[in-house]
């Protein structure tokens, strides 16, 4: 399966130039220059608010029995793993029948 190339042509293609594959050549060593770092401000910056979906459940432990609402904010735009995050949450609070009130998008 030859495509016709030598391996020359094929690192040129790649922007790879025969200089960085045969280190015997010489090469004009890169003057360093020391680059001013700005002083970091610690607190006074925001942090960037990552996307939220809020879920609303209704649940009970029994089969039409006694229903409580339960909501749980999750860090994803997936509304399918909100969903899923919410009904183990509800899960580990022993609740075992859901019923997805609403899935919104909070800001």
Do not use: N, W
């Not at 942090?47 to 339960?70: A, I």
């Amino acid at each position: 399966m030859s495509s016709g190339f030598t391996e020359d042509e094929m690192r040129r293609a790649l922007g790879l130039t025969a200089a960085h594959a045969c280190p015997s050549t010489p090469q004009a060593p890169v003057p360093a220059t020391k680059v001013k770092s700005e002083p970091r401000v610690t607190g006074s910056k925001l942090k960037p608010r990552s996307p939220k979906l809020r879920v609303t459940l209704l649940v009970s432990k029994e089969f039409e029995g006694e229903t409580v609402e339960f909501t749980h904010d999750a860090d994803t735009l997936s509304q399918f793993d909100a969903e899923q995050e919410a009904k183990t949450l509800a899960k580990k609070e022993k609740y075992r029948f859901f019923e997805v009130v609403s899935i919104k998008a909070i800001g």
